[in-house]
């Protein structure tokens, strides 16, 4: 059996050209940034693009806290994150922020306009600063994730630091030989 390839040949171009999502929103926001940056010569219209096409595992959620610490010292200037904003009840104290995101859980939102800052849309950052100027582009962490822990090297090899996929914590599971001085050895 040979590969089976379509006219034109193999499919050189994996990078996305169009969202998968359905999302109506999406589409508009794709279509005015699509305008916006064969337009514009600023690179970040075509990153902002680029970002929207992305997959909902590569649009990571950013705390409310970690976007307090990215914009320390950073005042008057719009934070940007293609992704959902979302609040952290470990900050005490929100301090104002103007933020545009694609998404803000209902109490992150309230605690950033009762800070009196400004929770912005992709439309609303196009006509203030259509060539992204006086912005600062932010991204969620991406290898937070419960799931990352497990990749890698098989958990037991020498070098590894991934998580084993325990069925269950307790006694009787992965907790024997190497895992315990009475058992053998502990390593």
């Known amino acids: 059996m040979g ?12 990078n996305r050209e169009a969202p998968k999502s359905d999302n109506l929103y999406i589409k508009l926001l794709v279509k005015l940034y699509r305008f ?21 595992i ?33 900050l005490y104290e929100v301090p104002k922020l103007k933020v545009c995101a694609l998404r803000f859980t209902e109490t992150a939102r309230a605690r950033i306009v009762k800070a009196g800052g400004e929770c912005l849309t992709f439309d609303q950052l196009a006509l ?10 932010l991204r969620g ?12 090297k098989a958990p ?5 630091n991934s998580k084993p996929l325990v069925r269950s914590k307790g006694r009787k599971f992965e907790k024997a030989r190497g895992k315990r001085a009475s058992c053998g050895y502990k390593a």
Do not use: C, Q, W, Y
Not at 3 to 14: C, Q, Y
Not at 59 to 83: E, N, Q, Y
Not at 128 to 137: Q, R, V
């Open 3 to 14: 590969v089976d390839l379509e006219a034109g040949g193999r499919n050189k171009k994996v």
């Open 36 to 56: 916006l940056a064969r337009r514009t010569d600023a690179k970040f219209n075509a990153i902002v693009l680029k970002r929207l096409f992305m997959s909902k």
């Open 58 to 90: 590569n649009r990571p959620p950013l705390s409310l806290s970690k976007l307090a610490t990215f914009m320390k010292g950073k005042d008057g200037k719009i934070a940007v994150l293609v992704g959902t904003i979302t609040d952290d009840t470990r």
């Open 128 to 137: 203030i600063a259509p060539t992204g100027s006086n912005t600062i582009m």
């Open 141 to 152: 962490p991406k290898l937070a994730r419960e799931s990352v822990k497990h990749f890698g």
């Open 156 to 160: 037991g090899v020498p070098d590894s």
